[in-house]
């Protein structure tokens, strides 16, 4: 899709609000003109050329009419521009989250949460300007072509001779205003790059400290602020520059007239009328210039943030960006109702098979191939093997958290179409290697906005082991756990992640190396409390750890991706060089 069409489709989005708009504005724009001939007819008046003959009650009667008109259109203007404008960017945000929701879960965004808070809010803002400033370049071009009839039709040579030059001179100004747009972008660019420095220095002190690398990073961060204040100082120069040729080209407009009209008014072709004419129009063309100028600079700007957008959008086509009523947030559109019956039926797990199962990372070739697993109801499985031997790939893939590229999965026999929305409560539970946390209470950290009843909470605490530490807490449950939960240790953070995927109610729970900061007391403990209080749940964990391996039904050895061997702690240590590795490995850092 080209800028132009997504242009156009954004305007045809809401076709009669953005027609009522651009008559409102083209409105506004014109009504100027009038004001200009009730001066022009007011100082002929003076001299008694005047036409009109309504006095100068009239005249300033009709001076404040217009005014009061034009005051009136803008406030409906504004309120068609805000409508507008408000819809575009709704449109572009609703579709651009609607996107990101139905990806797999790990692949949802392809850069980090700041860059895409930006994308969010800078270039849907800069795609919303350029649409709403289309409109005011069809209201100009509009006032320009009926103040040029009349100042033609007052007289050819002078309209020529002034408008001509001072339409070149502001042209230029103005197309020296991209090359400002760029010098604007260095230097916002560059005080980002002083921020984020400034942001790293402060989170890294200990890890600074302990490197040595104080003087390298004042190094680094002093030319970071070299180069923003080269970027900076352009940006402003430029700028000033160009405000000034803005604001003095309509005195030297002025001065041009006067010189041009000298002459010809003392030959009578020109009224002192036509004079105040010429200077009052003078004053909007570089208003209509320079807004024309906005737009092709906001045009352009478009062009940049679409393609950023589509970055998003990870290979899908722009027409997600335009789509109407694309999100089923709102409780009962059909998508979510859908979403929630299919979610709720649960069905008890007998068997889960998964047969040649396959992801590679784009960017480095990495994942898991042909990967084939059957858990049965009930059991407790460990996928194990050394670091990016490929486990977390694989439980991601199973659970649609990264989009399969090959592959089976079935659920008591019945394939699984899309696992992204079939692997949540109440069908599976997943608790990730990485604990997210939020800077809220313990409790809705744990809850998720998940309900209380029926004691699953105190459950779910007691199961992760967490209830010692919870009386240890300041505020208990109602502890605040700071940003990503930096109030609490490690192993606090992984139970506590533990506990958010344990109140739920699931038929297979699955975790993902969750027991890598806890001691071995507490792990053995953890496994202890799962086995007693949920026989019947089926356990899938990745880990290297004796006390889950040692409660294994079954263990899968990973390898580079594939599964090198699978069996018991007794086979294995038997028959697998990895595993003994991993199981001696333990004991000897123990
Ligand atoms: N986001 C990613 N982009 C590209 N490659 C990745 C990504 N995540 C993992 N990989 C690669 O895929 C392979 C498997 O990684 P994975 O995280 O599944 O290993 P793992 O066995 O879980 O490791 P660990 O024990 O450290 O958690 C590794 O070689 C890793 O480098």
Partial sequence: MTTFQFLMRLITFRPLLYAVNALSWTIIYLIPIVPGLITQQFF??????DTLKVGTWGIIALLLAASLARVAMIYVGCITDVQFRFRVAMILRRNLLGHVLKQPGARAIPVSPGEAISYFRDDVDQTEEAVSWSVDVFGLACFAAVSSYILLKIDVQMTLLVFVPLILVVTVAQLATSRLQKYRAASRESTARVTGAISEMFSNVQAIQVAGAEDRVIARFRSFNDDRRKTMLKDKLLGETLDAVFTNSVNLGIGLILLLAGTKMRGGEFTVGDFSLFVYYLTFVTQVISNVGKFMTYFKQMNVAMKRMLELLQGASAKVLVMKDALPLRKGSDAAVKQEKGANVREPLHTLEVTGLSYRFPDTGRGIEDIRLQLRGGSFTVVTGAIGSGKTTLVR????????????????????????????????????????????????????????????????????????????LHQGLETVVGPRGVKLSGG???RAAAARMLVREAELYVFDDVSSALDVETEQKMWERLFEGRGNATCLVVSHRRAALAHADHIIVMKDGRIENEGTVDELLASSETFRELWYGESASQ
Wanted: no cysteine; aromatic share 8%; hydrophobic share 35%.
């Fill in 397 to 472: 893939t199973l659970l649609g958290l990264l989009p399969k590229d090959e592959g089976t999965i079935a659920w008591n026999g019945k394939p699984v179409e899309d696992p992204g929305t079939f692997f949540t409560p109440v069908h599976s539970a997943y608790s990730a290697q990485i604990p997210r946390l939020y800077s809220d209470t313990l409790r809705n950290n744990i809850l998720l906005g998940h309900h209380e009843g029926g004691g699953a909470l105190d459950r779910a605490v007691h199961d992760s082991v967490m209830e010692y530490d919870i009386a240890h």
């Fill in 44 to 49: 002929d008046s003076l001299t008694g050329e």
């Fill in 492 to 494: 606090q953070m992984q």
